[in-house]
């Protein structure tokens, strides 16, 4: 049992020196203090693979929740995807002890707590779900994902469809809707519907559509209590401003040349590093 700080770190997205960094300027100590992640591990940055081993040998004192990137890298690693250049995940895919990364990875979820009212989910909460739907409904993924047929399970994942949610959803559909919601979501239309084509900042969306494409965390939940919050990643283009304190955003876009954000639970402070010192 651990006895020191708690700290949640938004998108690392295989930048093992940021990580680093913005771990020393936090003191975090593995033997006393807890880290989790709010996903996309890898992918873009310089050195995934440092960063899983690293991750990985901190042991309990850490947990993430799976974020678009992990999972992409678990469907390329098992060639139902082609690794993109960009994607940096070479010497990843190359390296001696992949099926242990890969393995130790699928054991995570896509969504958790961290206390009894702090949910943290890659992408976010969707709006018609509580949070103890959502963590239900992640566990159904986690179940296929930490199954012995979990190449089957990824290789059923991709695709934009169903957009909206239904509890009477067939099986693969059902997964493939959560996946999405919980690792991709970004704006969100009045009747639930997932958008995909808009990245962009809110303030980037023109007036007169405002009211029909809203980013998830502005739709009323009617089953998010007051008390209850959301801490999330995924999103740069936020830079980690949702105008509401229930609702915390850890993306600030380090891949992207501006910083790595790391909340203390405890103090509720947000200790950054800025890429452009690295
Ligand atoms: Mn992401």
Redesign the pocket.
Known sequence: MLHGKTFVIG?IQGCYKGLRRLLDKAHFDPSNDMLYAV??LVARGEDSLSTLRFLRDLNASFSTVL???DLHLLAVANGIRKAKKSDKLTSLLNAADLPDLLNWLRQFPLASKIDSNTLIV??GLYPKWSIDECISLSNEVSQALKGDSYVNFLAGMYGNNPDSWSPDLPMQDRLRFVVNAC??MRFVQQSGKLDFDNKSHPDSVPANQRKKLAPWFERTNEQLRTTERVIF??WAALLGETRNPQFIGL?TGYVWGQSMSLLCIDSKEVIRIDAKDG
């Open positions: 998108d996903g996309d974020g678009n990137h890659h992408a690792t991709r990643g995924h993306d």
